[in-house]
């Protein structure tokens, strides 16, 4: 008897088990297997798009579900030889990928182009002007939601797999976008940028071809980064009963032949089955726990769309932000959900890149002096919503900008940091920063930085009440009312009150451990200090001495701020000095004697710098090279040898004029006070 034609569902059954049966990692490894692997992958998935096409079923996510699958493993494999290869240089797959640098390029675009066959595919059977509701489960009534997750599932795991692990510079492009003066880094400055670490092309490519497939299939951002799954049990279906996972593990476990009657190589193959009233399988798949959508890829795919807005030359698709976003929106999704990616490992740089790019995008957009406190912990009303609040997200940049190894991811992050906190309200605003500068903040660089964003704050809250009260006086000449204007805090007295003992006190800290008496606190202090000294100078000239709105002036706040950290300072830099000065001329005999020592021996030694007459030298070569081995020869202090005693010299140097300069503006109350007092 002849046998009949094999139908679509069948051509597609065929197909899809024999793709499900390929080992992707060991295969792509080795030439010959990989060379069929990837003939094998282009046949099959040709042969059950075609057949999806006449495929008449019901439940078509069932067929859906499978054809995912059958891509999705092939993506998977090839970010997991890339992790190989970058792990172990030595492996044969790493030998290849140096001969060979592209690898699993033309795999990759043949990978690309089943993605677009099947949800173009997809796509064309749905009614015109359909919505969506993310949301996958069984109930027949979902069969087109169910079919457009798992598209978006699909596509948000190849931005995840292939686009989130390359680099963009993505926080750069958008800085010097937002920021056009900072074009041009200074070449020997700390903040310059680091140079494309590879041709972003291909990237590119996958990401816009992601971003248009996004397009095609009508997903909405604020859905996609709104998403959550959906709450209550994982449901497994057994016939017409319900009853829980846990309990049908259970089952299974002690009927494990009963159970592979019904499952026939579940573990194995994904198959739909041919019976299409056979349900059950299927009931089991199709829960979001199984799809669940990659943050990482809705991260990526936020970055593009950003990316795209700004560089619209390089990377073009219609798939685009708004450019104006709602404050609660922003902080509930697009930045709580971006700030879980600021890890400041090495392989996770480029990822962390694009998660700043959606900050810095993200807190540019927020309204100045909007969050209240209230939203510390929870950025808007509807906390379900919310993936990381106001509060949290401050805590993980100010972590990424004290310990991030890329000097420009950093600044990249500080400069979002300081619009993060102009955002806030002035209560929130003093509560954050009291937070970066108070000794519970473990990073010494931050606390330092962090002296200037009060500074800046306190600058803009004297800058604002100047032109209120100008404003008030052109006013009053015309018979107009006076301005209304908000007093902050940060011009008044509750400023010294909160920051006083944090920024103008030394710590009281055992005397050994003091920087007044360890060198290496003293260094690992001296940047703090420094922000502390010209953040005291900068409020008692702003805070005019008629005014004296925040009573820096008072009598009684500079004796004491002089007394408890001036003289101390002061006092431990003259001693600084003096030692330092004993350990030049110390090095410098010793320099004389090898100096000449290789006279006499026919020439000077090399490599050797004479200081002038135990005076700091500022003619000294500062190209050579410093001599750091670890962090603990950083914590001793300075190594005794002409060039870092000179830099030494140099620091203290520049505190004692700030010392100084704070002693002239400040001598004029305290000879008043003494005069009183005599009187």
Partial sequence: MQQEEDTPRERFLASQEILSTVEWVDDLQEKHACAEAMALFEMHTDIMLTALKDVQAKRFSRFVKDAVLAISRPIKAIRRLKEYIAADSSTEIAQRARVEPDLFVAFEETISKAVQGLVTLVVDTWPANQGFTLKLSPPQENELNNQHYLLVYLILMVLDQWVATENMDAASTYFEFANPKYKRFSPRGPNQPPEPKENTGATLRHLQCMMDLCTKCHLS??????????????????????IARNEVEMFFRTNASFALCIFPATKKVFSTGANEMDDSYDEEALVEDNYPLSETGITTLTAGMIYALINPTKLRTPFTFPLALAQDWVFTTAGGLA?????????????????????????????????????????????????????????????????????????????????????CKDDVKMVLLEQLVSSKCPFESMRAAAINLVKGVVERAFTSLEKARAATQANLKVGKPAVQHALSPFNSPLLL????????????????????????????????????LNFYLFLLMRDKKDDNLTEVWLTSNIKNTQSEFLEPLSTRVQDLKEEYIQRLAKVEMEQDADFMDGVQQGGAPEGKIRSKNGVVNFDIDMDEEDDYDSDDDEKKGPKDTPLELNQSMMKLELMDELLERIQELTASVLVEEEEEEDE
């Fill in 339 to 423: 700030s879980g990616f600021l890890n400041n490992e090495e392989s996770q740089l480029p990822m962390a890149d694009k998660a700043l790019l959606v900050l810095l995008y993200a807190i540019d957009r927020t309204p100045l002096d909007s969050f209240e406190m209230e939203g510390l912990d929870y950025c808007s009303k509807d906390s379900a919503l919310d993936r990381m609040g106001l509060f949290q997200i401050f805590q993980v940049k100010v972590n990424f900008a004290a310990t991030c190894s890329s000097s420009s991811h950093r600044f990249f992050c500080f400069q979002g940091l300081d619009r993060l906190i102009q955002a």
């Fill in 497 to 532: 009150k909160n920051f006083q003992e944090h920024v103008l006190r030394l710590e009281s800290k055992p005397f050994q451990h003091s920087p007044l008496k360890n060198e290496g606190a003293w260094h690992d202090k001296y940047d703090t200090f420094m922000h502390a």
């Fill in 221 to 242: 951002i604020e859905d996609l980064l709104v998403w959550k799954p959906t709450p209550g049990e994982n449901i497994t279906r057994l016939g017409s009963g319900a």
